[in-house]
T-cell receptor
Framework: GNSVTQMEGPVTLSEEAFLTINCTYT??????LFWYVQYPGEGLQLLLK?????DKGSNKGFEATYRKETTSFHLEKGSVQVSDSAVYFC????????????FGKGTTLSVSS | KAGVTQTPRYLIKTRGQQVTLSCSPI?????VSWYQQTPGQGLQFLFE???????NKGNFPGRFSGRQFSNSRSEMNVSTLELGDSALYLC??????????????FGPGTRLLVL
């Protein structure tokens, strides 16, 4: 079946450090890929998405590129801030509406000043 | 625009009981999805409703059921509760009309504790 694997956390970084959170997927078709984020005390919200191979999703300085050849969708940010501390979830959907999401286990990011 | 609302926010039940959770989507959204979040299993998809019909279903036992009303509000029901059903239940809404991967908007969740 379809699945998403992301690196286990927690990830601890200093402010302005470079961030990479790895995500790989297994899917039978051509899924859409997402990164969702859960800030402390807040609900889950979409960070970025990509719907086809080689698409790059970006938002708030975060980027991820849909790599079909390596079945990956790694999240990157060049310079993290304390306010980026949160739990990050990689997810996929195989339907056109982007629903029925399959999530990875989540990666906790902690950024210190 | 009001966000996705879920009621109640917290629930305590005992094994064997049943429970009903409610979700009101963002106005104009016709798709409502339900997810279960636990420390061990993470976030798992339960089911999705669109225009009062179940459109997608995850791999959960038949004790978990749902429905959607004509105003797009949705309820999920869990019968014969087990200790393992203790979780945060999240509802998400989207337009649901397809044509590309839409953004799903999540509610704050209902935290269910089964004793």
């Amino acid at each position: 079946g379809n699945s998403v694997t992301q690196m286990e956390g927690p990830v601890t970084l200093s402010e302005e450090a470079f961030l990479t959170i790895n995500c790989t997927y297994t899917a039978t078709g051509y899924p859409s890929l997402f990164w969702y984020v859960q800030y402390p005390g807040e609900g889950l919200q979409l960070l970025l998405k990509a719907t086809k191979a080689d698409d790059k999703g970006s938002n708030k300085g975060f980027e991820a590129t849909y790599r079909k050849e390596t079945t990956s969708f790694h999240l990157e940010k060049g310079s993290v801030q304390v306010s980026d501390s949160a739990v990050y979830f990689c997810a996929l959907s195989e339907n056109q509406a982007g629903t029925a999401l399959i999530f990875g286990k989540g990666t906790t990011l902690s950024v210190s000043s | 625009k009001a966000g996705v609302t879920q009621t109640p926010r917290y629930l305590i039940k005992t094994r064997g009981q049943q429970v009903t959770l409610s979700c009101s989507p963002i106005s104009g959204h016709r798709s409502v999805s339900w997810y279960q979040q636990t420390p061990g299993q993470g976030l798992q998809f339960l089911f999705e409703y669109f225009s009062e019909t179940q459109r997608n279903k995850g791999n959960f036992p038949g004790r978990f059921s749902g429905r959607q009303f004509s105003n797009s509000r949705s309820e999920m029901n869990v019968s014969t509760l087990e200790l393992g059903d203790s979780a945060l239940y999240l509802c998400a809404s989207s337009l649901g009309v397809g044509g590309g991967a839409e953004t799903q908007y999540f509610g704050p969740g209902t935290r269910l504790l089964v004793l």
